[in-house]
């Protein structure tokens, strides 16, 4: 688990989440590379928090990274995300916060594309999807 990972907000119910979404969202899981369900999904709309359902990212920021969870290179809005230092596994990485409610969602890298060059890694199980027509 992250060192840094804060507790979900009291005020957010957590009853919803299934055991995967549980460890992830409020213990810093991960999910397996390749497994998530939004990996491959193609479809405009927003992805939100599956916790608190702020929107986080919309499809139109999503590139295929090549890494096993979906990637987006910005966040829908500024304080849409809270980054946190991550310093386990031996390594540091920058953790991906909900802005809202501190559900944990995955990490941010520096190596995505332009125009941001960043790569947003977030696990599916912390996402919820609402499609939507651009």
Same mark, same amino acid.
């Given at each position: ?14 009853? !919803? ?36 359902? *702020?929107?986080?990212?919309?499809? *139109? ?12 290179? *910005? ?13 386990? !596994?031996?390594?540091?990485? *920058? ?40």
């Amino acid at each position: 688990m992250p060192s840094s990972l804060n507790k979900i907000k009291d005020c957010f119910q957590t009853d !919803h989440l299934d055991p995967i979404q549980k460890s992830i969202c409020c213990n810093g899981g991960t999910e397996r590379p390749f497994t998530g369900q939004y990996l491959n999904c193609k479809k405009d709309g927003i992805y939100g928090c599956v916790v608190c359902k *702020e929107d986080l990212f919309s499809s *139109e920021t999503k590139f295929d990274s090549g890494t096993g969870w979906p990637s987006f290179f *910005e966040t829908i809005a500024v304080n849409a995300i809270r980054i946190d230092i991550d310093d386990t !596994h031996g390594m540091i990485r *920058e953790e991906t916060l909900c802005g809202k409610c501190g559900s944990h969602l995955g990490h941010r890298f520096p190596d995505g594309p332009q125009p941001t060059g960043l790569r947003y890694c977030i696990n599916s199980a912390s996402l919820i999807f609402k499609e939507e027509k651009f």
